[in-house]
């Protein structure tokens, strides 16, 4: 019997959907707990993001060869909204900050933050970020078949093989990554 003092039934929510319902349902839980009847917001992730722009220099930089650039180029401007380059879809992108070493070999260092989002599709080799067991971590997915792993990039550090009883949530799939300044 619940605390409602009556049966219960069990629903499914789509797993993209199951930290908002979460917090709405503990949202609930307080507003029931203090008497009131009138039902909680759900909090949300803004869909229309303010812009964030910066301005970007128009010419290229060499990383190899010298060139010289042409003097007119100082005087063209043009401006980079960070949130239309690195998040295509706002309400479903979120930021970590790394900690560890164990995907150093895929270009990911302590201190740096991924942007990850939860919409994309992940496949087998997509580097996510997961719970498994109640941790977070960011690792590269290995699925063929019936086997299901994550795996580190980074010597010291051996895959997650998955056993019977253990879960894992594919929390997103990391679309960038934003290096620490060493």
């Given at each position: 019997?619940?605390p409602y003092k ?14 908002e319902?979460?917090?709405?349902l503990?949202?609930?839980k307080?507003?029931?707990a ?7 917001s ?8 303010p ?9 290229k ?28 879809n ?8 790394v ?8 270009g ?10 939860r ?5 087998s080799?997509?580097?996510v ?29 051996a ?11 594919i929390f997103?799939?990391v ?5 620490q300044?060493?």
């Amino acid at each position: 019997m619940s605390p409602y003092k009556e049966k219960t039934s069990v629903i499914r929510v789509p797993n993209s959907l199951k930290t908002e319902v979460l917090v709405y349902l503990e949202e609930y839980k307080k507003t029931i707990a203090r008497g009131s009847e009138r039902l909680p917001s759900v909090p949300q992730a803004s869909p229309n993001p303010p812009a964030l722009t910066r301005p970007i220099y128009s010419g290229k930089i060499s990383a190899g060869q010298s060139r010289f650039p042409s003097p007119a180029q100082d005087y063209e401007q043009k401006f980079l909204d960070l949130n239309e380059r690195y998040v295509s879809n706002p309400p479903a992108t979120f930021f970590f900050e790394v900690k560890g070493v164990s995907m150093e070999g895929a270009g990911i260092f302590d201190g740096d933050t991924v942007i990850v989002d939860r919409a994309a599709k992940f496949k087998s080799s997509s580097i996510v970020v997961a719970e498994v067991d109640g941790e977070w971590m960011v690792k590269r997915l290995y699925k063929r078949g019936d086997v299901v792993k994550l795996l580190s990039e980074h010597p010291d550090h051996a895959p997650i093989v998955f056993s019977e009883g253990q879960e894992l949530i594919i929390f997103g799939v990391v679309t960038y990554v934003i290096h620490q300044p060493k």
